[in-house]
């Protein structure tokens, strides 16, 4: 796992530790050296820890102007035990909400396994963004199949045409539009 890095391409348009509004702002990095575990496999200095020992993350991107957020992730899901959503939702997605965003794309590829319990923060998150969406892409298909089994299929838009496996050769704002547009026609229908 200590190969596995968040997509850097993007730091030219946006770094967590330099935003003022990120929750993430003045965290230094060192690059050599690797502390952080999941489960004892060491991770890469730059994801980033949010309160879950088996989930980090890294906000690629955000934009306070048209209101949205990407995130990228690492580890395993864990809503039974550790109660990750509630750990996201409060450290991360508050914050955010209150400095305007309203629509969240999460990057899952590097997710490994997930562990469902009830749906309440994921409701909570979705009726936080109001005129907003969440939307997941590149998760795996049993992540699926366990976020469908736990009904978190009525918060987040996933699947379908919004499995983007090329989204590391879009700008932010092309990635951005593309989930706008797909979440935007589904929730017209």
Not at 41 to 70: C, E, R, V
Not at 140 to 168: A, H, S, T
């Amino acid at each position: 796992m200590h190969t596995i890095i968040p997509f850097e391409r993007w730091l030219e348009y946006y770094n967590p530790a330099t935003d003022r509004k990120s929750p993430f702002f003045g965290k230094e990095y060192n690059l050599d050296v690797y502390s952080d575990t999941i489960y004892g496999y060491y991770i890469d200095p730059a994801w980033d820890y949010m309160g879950s020992p088996t989930l980090y993350m890294k906000i690629l991107f955000a934009d306070y102007k048209q209101k949205f957020a990407i995130f990228e992730f690492i580890g395993e899901w864990n809503d039974a035990i550790e109660n990750d959503i509630m750990t996201l939702k409060t450290n991360i997605i508050n914050p955010l909400l209150k400095k305007g965003i309203k629509k969240f794309i999460l990057i899952g590829e590097n997710v490994l396994n997930f562990h469902g319990s009830d749906d309440c923060y994921y409701e909570e998150w979705l009726e936080d963004v109001e005129e907003g969406w969440i939307a997941a892409i590149n998760f795996r298909d049993f992540v699926y199949e366990e976020w469908q089994k736990y009904r978190i299929d009525w918060y987040i838009n996933f699947g379908g045409n919004l499995e983007i496996p090329d989204w590391r050769t879009y700008t932010p704002q092309q990635l951005y539009e593309k989930v706008n547009q797909i979440v935007s026609y589904r929730l017209s229908m």
